[in-house]
């Protein structure tokens, strides 16, 4: 069965430095792969997505993820932090039949000034 | 556009009363649809989905259940909480797993 394990469940940075977020992941079949972040007290919003082709996908809030076969990993990254990028952030993968999406268990990113 | 309504967004619940919570999908037919549960400081635990009306596969055995009575239309109850039940309850819904899941904003019960 697919899975994914996120390196780290707290990482803080200073505002405008770089942001890099780690996913592995472990699956037997192409992997669809997904980071998403979470607000507090809010539901997940879908950052960016790896289904086929590039390897480097881009998303919303000037983040990007690289497709790492070789690796088995997805790394989530943004060169210059945010305060407002303070959040949790969820890798996943597609697992199965049913397109049941399988979390890691997720990074807390602090930003102070 | 699709949307996906969630409620209530807070909820604080004796131990041992029933519960029920709603989630609806509009913009949308026959989607996939998903319970997860995030408790404290865990990550996102599946909980249900549910790919047609009135089929619902359990991912982990537990004090809760859930129904899908209608095609956009998803619900997760118990009998009888458990202090262990307390969380943030989030509903999703998918059509196929290349675009992902869109997520509810979230139900966060507290069981005392």
């Known amino acids: 069965a697919q899975s994914v394990t996120q390196l780290g469940s707290h990482v803080s940075v200073s505002e405008g430095a770089l942001v890099l977020l780690r996913c592995n992941y472990s699956?037997?079949?192409?992997?669809?792969l997904f980071w998403y972040v979470q607000y507090p007290n809010q539901g997940l919003q879908l950052l960016l997505k790896?289904?086929?082709?590039?390897?480097l996908v881009k998303g919303i809030n000037g983040f990007e993820a690289e497709f790492k076969k070789s690796e088995t990993s997805f790394h989530l990254t943004k060169p210059s932090a945010h305060m407002s990028d303070a959040a949790e952030y969820f890798c996943?993968?597609?697992?199965?039949?049913?397109?049941?999406?399988?979390f890691g268990a997720g990074t807390r990113l602090a930003v102070h000034p | 556009s699709q949307t996906i309504h969630q409620w209530p967004a807070t909820l604080v619940q004796p131990v041992g009363s029933p519960l029920s919570l709603e989630c609806t999908v509009e913009?949308?037919?026959?989607?996939?649809l998903y319970w997860y549960r995030q408790a404290a400081g865990r990550g996102l635990q599946l909980l249900f989905y549910?790919?047609?009306?009135?089929?619902i596969s359990s991912e982990v055995p537990q004090n809760l259940s859930a129904s899908r009575p209608q095609d956009r239309q998803f619900i997760l109850s118990s009998k009888k909480l458990l202090l262990s039940d307390s969380g943030f309850y989030l509903c999703?819904?998918?059509?196929?797993?290349?675009?992902?899941?869109?997520f509810g904003s979230g139900t966060r019960l507290t069981v005392v």
């Open positions: 549910s790919v047609g009306i009135g089929q």
């Open positions: 996943a993968v597609v697992s199965g039949g049913y397109n049941k999406l399988i």
């Open positions: 913009g949308t037919s026959n989607p996939n």
């Open positions: 999703a819904w998918g059509v196929q797993g290349i675009y992902g899941y869109t």
């Open positions: 699956s037997s079949v192409p992997p669809y």
């Open positions: 790896y289904t086929t082709g590039a390897t």
